[in-house]
């Protein structure tokens, strides 16, 4: 019987020609919803997801045939692990392939936030001329504080090769990661001196809603957060409290707890509503990883660990 892989999302040309190189046959389906993809998945030896599309192990019971699990980039919290071990189902993600769009994009929104480039933007459009009112503020010597020291935090880490900054990592994880670049530390040194804190951290049960209230009053006044990790690690309603009491300066936010947020929760509205009136915030619809060159990148990262498993 033919190898049928479901690919139920907009992927490089590159990662259904190496299935099909690999004897796979194929399904794109690129529109898929996660009902529908439920609904069809029995039968087919392998799926193609993104965020969209989760698997829960009610997915999983309904999809017999399945012998493995691609994800289009880094985040498993979308993947019910502990159904697929248990059913023998072979998960592989692509966090190299993202890493450098992340770290550009995170660094992007801060370059913006700080030079308030949004607002200058739109004021000349409109036929405006304030200078004063759009004067920036400088990174030199500033601390950028990185929780989560792995593909997506080292690589923005990176980015400041030659940069008069202090660069401080935490990873609850990992030892012995520091850099020439990038100074290990511990957790509280990051929160209380970093002017920048940027985070690159995978939803569990431990970082699920980790950024609250008492993180924020632990931080450095005055610090600016960037979250391109996972929504539902940060508190929105926090997050603008600290913003309208000056405890944060600014915020770089690229994921929600519900996405789009102005269809989640009373709550998660009511927040997102009062973060989009306040100019010290930039805002993106999940993109950061969303670029040409990492479309490609994850498509032959994913080729290259499914050829290996199945060697």
Request: net charge negative; aromatic share 6%.
């Amino acid at each position: 019987m033919a190898k049928q892989i479901l690919i139920t999302d907009y992927v490089d040309p590159a990662l259904p020609a190496g299935l099909a190189d690999m004897d796979y046959s194929y399904t794109y389906a690129p529109e898929m919803t996660r009902a529908e993809m439920a609904k069809h998945l029995n039968g087919y030896t392998g799926v193609v997801i993104n965020t969209r599309c989760a698997i829960d192990r009610a997915t999983l019971d309904g999809a017999p045939s399945l012998r493995w699990i691609a994800r289009l980039g880094s985040g498993l919290d979308i993947i019910d692990l502990d159904a697929a071990a248990e059913k023998g189902v072979q998960v592989f993600s692509a966090p190299e392939g993202n890493a450098q769009a992340v770290a550009e994009h995170a660094l992007g929104m801060l370059l913006a936030l700080n030079n308030k480039l949004l607002s200058a933007d739109r004021s000349v459009r409109e036929g405006h001329w304030l200078r004063e009112e759009h004067r920036g503020m400088e990174l030199d010597g500033k601390t950028i504080g990185i929780i989560g020291h792995g593909n997506n935090g080292s690589a923005f880490g990176r980015l400041f090769r030659g940069w008069n900054v202090r660069v401080i990592a935490y990873d609850k994880y990992l030892r012995d990661y520091g850099t020439e670049t990038v100074t290990e530390t511990d957790f509280d040194t990051v929160l209380s001196q970093s002017d920048i804190l940027s985070l690159h951290i995978p939803l569990t049960a431990e970082t699920r809603d980790m950024v609250n209230a008492a993180f924020l009053a632990r931080c450095k006044p005055g610090m600016v957060l960037i979250n391109t990790s996972r929504g539902k690690v940060a508190d929105l309603g926090a997050i603008a409290d600290a913003l309208d009491s000056g405890r944060l300066r600014g915020a770089c936010l690229d994921v929600f707890p519900h996405e789009p947020p102005l269809k989640g929760a009373e709550d998660i509205r009511a927040a997102f509503e009062r973060l989009t009136q306040m100019p010290n915030v930039i805002l993106t619809p999940h993109i950061a990883g969303w670029s040409v060159e990492s479309k490609r990148k994850i498509a032959e990262t994913l080729v290259r660990k499914i050829r290996a498993a199945i060697a």
